[in-house]
């Protein structure tokens, strides 16, 4: 066992909560340790998720726009898929930026020990891995530990045929029948994933709309699209039991409209993830975990524990990267003395799916629940040209804002890029921009951006009718 090594900052877990947070602290001048389970920084989204699910896609985008193009005259061969090249462009895609976080570490000093990281005090952690015990002590600890996918007891975990969303990425072959179990943005981008490749794909959802939380608005142009591509997607159902059978697993649906039972090569299940809250001993350190393996924290970042602090996933939902790394930043910050706080007036959402799906502020659901009054703009793509240009008209652009005072408070958009475009909208909401300031600010032409200044133009007045 090596000797205790002290902390002023210590960091549990290296996603990019964690690698943010020891990064700003180190760079604010504390000396920092940063223990992460695996050997490589980066956590789930670099190594198992945003990056490696968005390099697939991108593969999938190829091969639908080539298809998709045939009916305008330019026709390419079927695609042939080499699944270890891909697979190895995608693990090239990782490694480079693996690296480059091991870099960062090493010019900011931060110590990385890696392990499977527990409390044993308020300010002691001990770290197991393969070379031994390593106690570490801490005058603060950020706790970025993550999640990991939601299985689902009675299913037959460990049928290499039933994957989650890391086995999914693996692409260790192409399943002839794929059912996607979850019709949120994890699974509905694996869907798209694995259609191009030319699985037949199911969607099984229990809600009464795929992407739940969306507004159907926005939902409706994807649904249709996909619709038309795969071959069965089922709402307000349920996944029963799944039995691995030699030729299979045999799928049974629950619900009103419930399908017959059926077999499939394979089954994603993609119903979610759960904190990894319960799986670090925090309460040796008197940290409070809540019941789903949540960790409750204040604007600053803070646990009960007032030098503890928790960010990215563990600390609830939305469970993504940007609101970790923001999160990060700011326990960081605190633990060097700083003033900083949760301020940020809202967090995007994106479905890289086919089209794209992305929202920020407040949804049209949110303010009919909460009886919120807003004035209402939605800009169709099929008026684009740009959007024309790309032969695709489903999209559709929405602004919602303040009747009284014309402030932007929630936006959202679907169609090729909107991801991209939804920056736009955050940025208006974070500047306190009106309705007439997007409409008044030139966008260039012919563009996507175009979209959202046309629907603030439709609120305003100025575009009353599409030409
Ligand atoms: P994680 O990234 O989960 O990192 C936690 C780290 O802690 C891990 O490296 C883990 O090994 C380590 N750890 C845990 N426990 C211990 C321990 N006891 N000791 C030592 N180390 C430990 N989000 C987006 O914003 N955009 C996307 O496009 C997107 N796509 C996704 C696609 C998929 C398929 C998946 C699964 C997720 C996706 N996400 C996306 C979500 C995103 O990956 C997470 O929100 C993000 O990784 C959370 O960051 P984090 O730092 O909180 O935790």
């Not at 198992?48 to 699910?53: A, L, N, Y």
């Not at 407040?362 to 740009?386: H, V």
């Not at 032409?445 to 046309?454: K, Q, R």
Request: aromatic residues 6%; glycine residues 10%; charged residues 20%.
């Amino acid at each position: 066992m090596s000797d205790i090594i002290h902390a002023e900052v210590l960091v549990l877990g290296g996603g990019p909560g964690g690698y943010t947070a020891a990064f700003r602290a180190a760079d604010l001048g504390k000396q920092v340790v940063l223990v992460e389970k695996y050997p490589v920084l980066g956590g789930v989204c670099l190594n198992v998720g945003c990056i490696p699910s968005k390099a697939l896609l991108h593969v999938a985008q190829i091969v639908h726009e080539a298809e998709h193009f045939e009916q305008h005259g330019l026709t390419f061969s079927k695609p042939e898929f080499d699944l270890d090249k891909i697979r190895s462009w995608k693990e090239g895609i990782t490694s480079t930026l693996n690296g480059g976080l091991a870099r960062l570490a090493k010019q900011r000093k931060v110590t990385v020990v890696q392990g499977l990281g527990k409390f044993t005090s308020a300010n002691a952690l001990e770290v197991t891995s393969d070379a031994g015990a390593q106690q570490i002590t801490f005058d603060n600890a950020i706790i970025a530990a993550g999640s990991t996918a939601t299985k689902i007891p009675p299913f037959p975990n460990d049928d290499p045929r039933l994957m989650d969303s890391t086995d999914a990425l693996n692409i260790a072959d192409v399943p002839k029948k794929l059912l996607v179990v979850g019709g949120g943005i994890i699974g509905l981008e694996m869907a798209t994933v694995y259609h191009a490749m030319g699985s037949e794909i199911s969607v099984v959802e229990l809600m009464d709309q795929i992407i739940p939380g969306c507004d159907k608005d926005l939902v409706t142009p994807l649904h249709r699209h996909i619709k038309k591509q795969y071959k069965n997607i089922w709402l307000k159902t349920k996944v029963e039991s799944i039995v691995a059978q030699d030729d299979g697993l045999l799928v049974t649906f629950g619900g009103d409209k419930a399908p017959e039972p059926e077999l499939f090569d394979k089954v994603l299940v993609a119903v979610g993830r759960k904190p990894n809250g319960a799986l670090i001993d925090a309460d040796k350190a008197g940290v409070h975990v809540n019941e789903w393996g949540f960790i409750p924290v204040d604007k600053q970042q803070k646990t009960n524990v007032p030098h503890i602090y928790a960010i990215g996933d563990i600390v609830g939902q939305p469970m993504l990267a940007h609101k970790a790394v923001y999160e990060g930043k700011i326990a960081a910050e605190v633990t060097a003395g700083h003033k900083s706080a949760f301020d940020a007036l809202t967090i995007p959402s994106v479905a890289y799916t086919d089209p794209e799906v992305a929202w920020m502020g407040l949804t049209e659901n949110q303010a009919k629940e909460q009886g919120i009054a807003y004035d209402k703009g939605a800009f169709p793509w099929a008026a684009s040209g740009r959007s024309l240009s790309l032969s695709r008209n489903e999209g559709l652009t929405k602004i919602l804002c303040d009747p009284e005072t014309g402030r932007i408070l929630g936006a959202g958009m679907v169609g090729p890029n909107a991801g991209e475009l939804v920056a736009e909208a955050v940025l208006a909401l974070e500047m306190g921009a009106d309705a007439e300031d997007v409409g008044l600010s030139i966008h260039a032409h012919p563009t996507l951006s175009e979209t959202f200044a046309f629907a603030a133009e439709m609120i305003t007045g100025t575009i009353t009718d599409l030409y």
